[in-house]
């Protein structure tokens, strides 16, 4: 059954003050039919107008070999993609692009209209992209149509911060590039439900050093580049296949089992058709790859062998291209998904996907808003805090992930059902409760949280890795997307305030709270004690696991000086160590 998307979702973005008004909105309400997805999927709208939802489901993706799929049609699904290649520009004038639009059936004709005035374009429009091997077109008649070059406008002034928000970083944006018109065969005009945009760096933002570890990955300080021919990654978020095993062995085949999650940036857009279809809307999704706690809902298991991993990787989260992806609203969601929202729908706090109902008082990323206790029995809602953005992950969220005790999460509540979503209340008085639920009923169902405060984990190592299709990621590129994920872990000045994770892409070094440590440095071997370095300290520890060829290594948890991953550690991983060995509080020869 197809149903329009709720009116709450429809307004969000005139409701919402967190949302930058910077592009003309692209998707009418009338437009917004979508099959399948439940208000609770549904946690904002981008710049664009389009609505963010999660493709993350209640039961955890347990078998790399069964990719997530939301159809549960056998016929083949036909999809259409788009790409900038390069997908970023410095500001300098000089670099360029040119915009490929990838179809598998026949069309008459492509066209590129509304070109942003940033952008220089190669002519006036509308733009015709060409498919016959003239021009940019790189091959006639593959069914890739291409327009180009563009280059920036430098009489454009580049804002100074990501998507125009202080918390997010500087040096880096996007723009719209235009809409994309396509002319069937019959005569009538489709589109894409995600029109192309492209990456801008400011030309005085310093690249990092990169360096390629073999003929499909390269690295830098604080990102991986996988380069593939599958498209993996955008295939996972549409339900077309994509298996997410294949980037992980790759990586590691090259680098330590030091991972707890991944964060996969899509660099290419693809789309089913028609554009409404439900899976076009997933502006992310997360795979748990292993539970290793009671408490939340979530059977325990343990399929990080299938993912190349030794027991270390926990989860991985899929972000969509470009500004629907790199939101802190969508990462950090997917990323609440290792945990939450998993408990027994009996218990009246979630839908069964995965999210917590809009109506309740939950105050997540992943759903409900938070409500302020007026102290006579009635609520007032707060929509600053809950789905759409937060500055905290919420007392519920940190119970699930065992940074809090029970005793700590207050009594949780839901509102009738019958009466107008939350978007439509903000600020009112709640006093239509039908349901109360207390984390005494939580453990009823599941038992208490293990482990708790005192041993939970608390440290966490997040890789963020950037697919490229049939090409390695030009330096602009590696510089814009290692800029993003450097910042995701970024200090925040202690006078400064909580930030706010929205339509931006802020630190979260204090949302979690509690203790909580999250860093993006890409390790590689033989930095045993993860302080940037490789010393005599590091030295100590390839002593006592070096065994020789074809001998297992004499001590446990040797696989960062198994440089050759052979299962030994011999003169060869000896060699390797050499390579990086450069003292105490300096940067290893070997590493980016």
């Known amino acids: 059954m197809r149903r329009t998307i709720a009116l709450s979702v429809v307004l969000w973005a005139l409701i919402a003050p967190s949302v930058p008004a910077t592009e003309p909105t692209l998707l009418s309400p009338t437009d917004a039919s979508v099959a399948g997805l439940s208000d609770e999927q549904i946690f904002g709208i981008d710049r664009h107008g389009v609505p963010l939802a999660s493709g993350t489901v209640t039961m955890p993706d347990a078998s790399p070999s069964l990719p997530f799929m939301m159809s549960t049609d056998d016929s083949p699904v036909e999809t259409r993609g788009w790409e900038c290649v390069p997908g970023v520009i410095r500001d300098d004038g000089v670099e360029i692009f040119r915009l490929e639009v990838r179809l598998t059936t026949p069309v008459q004709a492509v066209t590129l209209t509304g070109v942003s005035g940033a952008l220089i374009a190669p002519d006036s429009t509308p733009l015709e992209l060409r498919d016959d091997g003239q021009g940019e077109d790189v091959t006639a008649n593959d069914g890739v149509f291409t327009t180009g070059p563009f280059r920036y406008n430098t009489a454009a002034p580049l804002p100074t911060y990501y998507l125009n928000d202080p918390s997010s970083p500087a040096g880096v944006n996007i723009i719209a590039v235009g809409q994309v018109a396509i002319e069937e065969t019959s005569g009538a005009t489709t589109r894409f439900l995600i029109h192309p945009s492209v990456g801008i760096v400011d030309s005085a933002l310093p690249a990092p050093s990169i360096n390629t570890l073999s003929d499909d990955v390269q690295i830098s300080q604080n990102l991986i580049n996988v380069r593939t021919a599958t498209r993996a990654t955008q295939a996972y978020l549409r339900g077309t296949g994509g298996n997410l095993s294949g980037l992980t062995t790759t990586i590691y085949a090259r680098l330590p089992d030091v991972i707890d999650m991944f964060l996969f940036f899509s660099t290419y857009k693809i789309e089913r058709v028609p554009y409404a279809e439900p899976e076009n809307f997933f502006a992310g999704s997360h795979t748990s790859v292993q539970v290793n706690f009671t408490g939340t809902g979530q059977p325990m298991f343990d399929n990080s062998a299938a993912y190349g991993s030794a027991g270390t990787l926990s989860g991985m989260n899929v972000l969509d291209a470009y500004d629907r992806g790199a939101l802190s609203v969508t990462a950090v969601h997917e990323m609440l998904h290792q945990w939450a929202a998993y408990l027994n729908s009996a218990i009246g706090l979630t839908d069964g996907t995965g999210h917590f109902l809009a109506r309740s008082s939950v105050g997540s990323l992943v759903g409900g808003q938070q409500w302020l206790d007026n102290g006579d029995g009635t609520f007032t809602l707060n ?48 006093d239509d409760i039908v349901r109360t639920v207390t984390v005494k009923y939580i453990q009823e169902f599941h038992g208490p949280r293990w482990p708790g405060p005192a041993t939970a984990k608390r440290d966490f190592r997040l890789a963020f890795v ?38 931006n892409w802020a630190p979260i070094t204090r949302f979690f709270g509690e203790g909580t440590s999250w860093r993006t440095e890409i390790i590689r071997y033989h930095d045993t004690d993860q302080d940037g370095d490789v010393d005599l300290s590091d030295f100590e520890v390839f002593q006592t696991c070096f065994n020789g060829p074809n001998r297992p290594p004499r001590a446990t948890n040797c696989d960062r000086v198994d440089e050759d991953q052979d299962g030994d550690v011999d003169q060869t991983d000896f060699a390797g160590f050499l390579a990086c060995f450069n003292g105490p509080n300096r940067p290893p020869k070997c590493a980016p």
């Not at 699930?400 to 008085?429: A, K």
């Not at 602009?476 to 006078?495: K, S």
């Open 466 to 503: 950037a697919e490229s299709h049939n090409r390695w990621l030009t330096t602009t590129e590696m510089t814009y997307y290692d800029t993003l994920a450097r910042h995701f872990a970024a200090a925040v000045p202690p006078e400064s305030p909580d930030p706010y994770v929205s339509i």
């Open 383 to 430: 929509c600053e805090e809950g789905r759409n953005a937060a500055h905290a992950a919420s007392p519920l969220d940190r119970y699930l992930m065992g940074l809090i005790e029970g005793n700590d999460v207050p009594t949780l509540h839901v509102y009738d059902p019958t009466s107008p979503p939350p978007l439509l209340r903000c600020g009112e008085i709640i």
